[in-house]
Nanobody, 127 residues
Framework: QVPQVETGGGSVQAGDSLRLSCAAP????????LAWFRQAPGKEREGVARILRGDGTTYFYADSVRGRFTISRDNAKNTLFLQMNSLKPEDTAMYYC???????????????????WGQGTQVTVSS
């Protein structure tokens, strides 16, 4: 069977909010860097935000989501979150959580450095 990793996506109106969750096995992977990516049809996978599992320090938010999205983690619940507020139609995409070695929470933010991925959850925002 295929475990459900990312949950919380759906179809909403512009200005609405969603909270995405990412559970094991991605969250439980033995690595320090956790991240959210998104990919719209015909576009490359885009890094949204990343966080250190240990102390919760964040190092990156894409310019397009800064001030609207917040990445966080709850180690007691083994869960990564992405709170998305003031959603816009351009936020429409498949959202993925991913894990990488801790060093990849610094510097360039590239999908190729993350080797553990969830199955994705679709977010659709209507104007």
């Amino acid at each position: 069977q295929v475990p459900q990793v990312e949950t919380g996506g759906g179809s909403v109106q512009a200005g609405d909010s969603l909270r995405l969750s990412c559970a094991a096995p991605v969250y439980s992977y033995a690595t320090e860097c956790l991240a959210w990516f998104r990919q719209a049809p015909g576009k490359e996978r885009e890094g949204v935000a990343r966080i250190l599992r240990g102390d919760g320090t964040t190092y990156f938010y894409a310019d397009s989501v800064r001030g609207r999205f917040t990445i966080s983690r709850d180690n007691a619940k083994n869960t990564l979150f992405l709170q998305m507020n003031s959603l816009k139609p351009e936020d429409t995409a498949m959202y993925y959580c991913a894990a990488a070695l801790g060093g990849y929470c610094y510097g360039q933010f590239s999908a190729r450095d993350f080797n553990h991925w969830g199955q994705g959850t679709q977010v659709t925002v209507s104007s």
